[in-house]
Antibody
Framework: EVQLVESGGDLVQPGGSLRLSCAVS????????MNWVRRAPGKGLECVAY????????YYADSVKGRFTISRDNAKNSLYLQMNSLRAEDTALYYC??????????WGRGTLVTVSS | DVVMTQSPLSLPVTLGQPASISCRSS???????????LNWLQQRPGQSPRRLIY???TRDSGVPDRFSGSGSGTDFTLKISRVEAEDFGVYYC?????????FGQGTTVEIK
């Protein structure tokens, strides 16, 4: 069974940093494209980052470009999102998803990031 | 970014009756590779989104055949032939043809 388990969400002050992780099991992690998608309170779903299976191709949403970094460790079956210079508008539930941005075939349960002083 | 517009945003339905959700995109979703990357997701209360349909009309494994997707270009539809209790929740269309992928606002299917 495919499982995606996010962690690392927390309360952080504006300007702070946080690193999210997504632990994957139930399939060969290195095969597949991955994404981070978020939902801010009262707002819609937003894909913030994409990474190819090897990690050589990466895309970011304009809203996070220059502040967030997506990465993966295929040996550890893990996906990461390093978030710097956090803003109040980054407050959201963050999901990791498998399948690339065209497909989004599996979703984790999400981890909550709250940016507030 | 491609804007995805769903209607209606709220859909009260009676068990056993059909339901239909419309999704329109601000640009054509036909990719140069010949595919149309339009997916439908379901989110039940307290759960994460689950993909039901990809590339307009292909059902995911385990998805009942009462769910069907159709459309092309900029106009798409999700139909439920006979709504069952487990179908209540929020449905999203999303496009993956253009970066960044974008989602509709969501349609809440609720008990009438």
């Amino acid at each position: 069974e495919v499982q995606l388990v996010e962690s690392g969400g927390d309360l952080v002050q504006p300007g702070g940093s946080l690193r999210l992780s997504c632990a994957v099991s139930g399939y060969t992690f290195s095969c597949c494209e991955m994404n981070w998608v978020r939902r801010a309170p009262g707002k819609g779903l937003e894909c913030v980052a994409y990474i190819s299976p090897s990690g050589t191709t990466i895309y970011y949403a304009d809203s996070v470009k220059g502040r967030f970094t997506i990465s993966r460790d295929n040996a550890k079956n893990s996906l990461y999102l390093q978030m710097n210079s956090l803003r109040a508008e980054d407050t959201a539930l963050y999901y990791c998803t498998r399948g690339g941005f065209r497909y989004m075939e599996f979703w984790g349960r999400g981890t909550l990031v709250t940016v507030s002083s | 970014d491609v804007v995805m517009t769903q209607s209606p945003l709220s859909l009260p339905v009676t068990l056993g009756q059909p339901a239909s959700i419309s999704c329109r995109s601000s640009q054509s979703l036909l990719h140069s590779d010949g595919n149309t990357y339009l997916n439908w997701l379901q989110q039940r209360p307290g759960q994460s989104p689950r993909r039901l349909i990809y590339k307009v009309s292909t059902r995911d494994s385990g998805v009942p055949d009462r769910f069907s997707g159709s459309g092309s270009g900029t106009d798409f539809t999700l139909k439920i032939s006979r709504v069952e209790a487990e179908d209540f929740g929020v449905y999203y269309c999303m496009q993956g043809t253009h970066w960044p992928p974008t989602f509709g606002q969501g349609t809440t299917v609720e008990i009438k």
